[in-house]
């Protein structure tokens, strides 16, 4: 007699039920976008800077497209599906975009990633309805 056994979900589909961790995205968006920091001299420990980075990537590339599959279900005509659409693409040029001396550098490319995370995760609040 054959039995049937369900396979255990595979890492990607336990990555998508879990909620993202909001609180730890603000948090490295909050130490990079500091009122108070001057941009070309973030108040950062040596190496800090390289490890905020890494991980404003690693938060948008998990983010990025939970709010474009969430966005995607409102109708054509929405306009906060347009908007997260929107900010959904700007995030992704920011992604592939180098660091350069016109820009602010290693810290100004850290900023516009770290201001990026941040539209991404109001969009993805405002749509799953989670309130802060």
């Not at 108070?36 to 497209?65: C, K």
């Not at 966005?71 to 693409?89: F, N, Q």
């Not at 995370?117 to 969009?123: P, Q, S």
Request: proline share 11%; net charge negative.
């Amino acid at each position: 007699m054959a039995h049937a056994t369900a396979h255990p979900p595979s890492t990607g589909e336990q990555l998508s039920e879990l909620p993202p961790d909001i609180e730890t995205m603000r948090d490295v968006i909050d130490r990079l976008l500091d009122p108070d920091a001057v941009p070309e001299a973030l108040p950062l420990a040596p190496g800090e800077l390289e490890t905020l980075t890494t991980q404003l990537r690693g938060h948008l590339a998990l983010l990025l497209p939970e709010v474009e599959e969430t966005a995607k279900k409102l109708p054509r005509s929405s306009i906060p599906r347009y908007c997260a659409l929107a900010c959904v693409g700007e995030a992704r040029e920011r992604l592939r975009a180098e660091p350069t001396p016109r820009f602010g550098g290693v810290p100004g490319h850290a900023r516009r990633l770290a201001r990026a995370l941040n539209a991404v995760v109001d969009h993805w609040e405002a749509l799953s309805g989670v309130t802060p």
